[in-house]
T-cell receptor, first 112, second 114 residues
Framework: NAGVMQNPRHLVRRRGQEARLRCSPMKGHSHVYWYRQLPEEGLKFMVYLQKENIIDESGMPKERFSAEFPKEGPSILRIQQVVRGDSAAYFC??????????FGQGTRLTVV | AQSVAQPEDQVNVAEGNPLTVKCTYSVSGNPYLFWYVQYPNRGLQFLLKYITGDNLVKGSYGFEAEFNKSQTSFHLKKPSALVSDSALYFCAVRDINAGNMLTFGGGTRLMVKP
């Protein structure tokens, strides 16, 4: 059973471009969480999804950011018109209900 | 709303000494509690969890944590620290009665000096 897979591991985008971050949860996991981490800082919750549903997006910026977890395929975190302040590590975690979540290795987004 | 507090940004310990990384939480119902470790440029690795049962739970790499309901704490401990334990540690809580959200503390950097 492969772990949580995130790709790409590193992503460089110019200001104004779109960034798409993918997360394939562990087999059998129907819950996905996205977190953002700035250098030397903690994890900031962004969004919590179950298959085809957004459960809690209270941590998502109101503009430019969106997330989905379709019935088939990976979860996608999409950032439109990226700005330098979007540069961070973005982590995805998956879990079955009520037990621990397992994290991917993260995608490090750099906006130049 | 649930929350987790890690009051220390950094903990310094000499190798071979015991270590404690503190965590307190706030939830409306019964908590599920977790500790994770993050090494540089890596994702978070699960260390241990408390769901129910014994208040002292044992996890990976010799770590353990004690659940204290009256003090709403879940401190991480290890009897003898190793230099290789130096990393960023995160405490997390899940309240299954509140939408199953997983909330993290701000993290504590553990520095173990030889």
């Amino acid at each position: 059973n492969a772990g949580v897979m995130q790709n790409p591991r590193h992503l460089v985008r110019r200001r104004g471009q779109e960034a798409r971050l993918r997360c394939s949860p562990m087999k059998g996991h129907s819950h996905v969480y996205w977190y953002r981490q700035l250098p030397e800082e903690g994890l900031k919750f962004m969004v919590y999804l179950q298959k085809e549903n957004i459960i809690d997006e209270s941590g998502m910026p109101k503009e430019r950011f969106s997330a989905e977890f379709p019935k088939e395929g990976p979860s996608i975190l999409r950032i439109q018109q990226v700005v330098r302040g979007d540069s961070a590590a973005y982590f995805c975690a998956s879990s079955p209900v009520v037990v621990e979540a397992f994290f991917g290795q993260g995608t490090r987004l750099t906006v130049v | 709303a649930q929350s987790v507090a890690q009051p220390e940004d950094q903990v310094n310990v000499a190798e071979g000494n015991p270590l404690t990384v503190k965590c307190t939480y706030s939830v409306s119902g019964n908590p599920y509690l977790f500790w994770y470790v993050q090494y540089p440029n890596r994702g978070l690795q699960f260390l241990l969890k408390y769901i129910t049962g014994d208040n002292l739970v044992k996890g990976s790499y010799g770590f353990e944590a004690e659940f204290n309901k009256s003090q709403t704490s879940f401190h991480l401990k290890k009897p003898s620290a190793l230099v290789s334990d130096s990393a960023l540690y995160f405490c997390a809580v899940r309240d299954i009665n509140a939408g199953n959200m997983l909330t993290f503390g701000g993290g504590t950097r553990l520095m173990v000096k030889p």
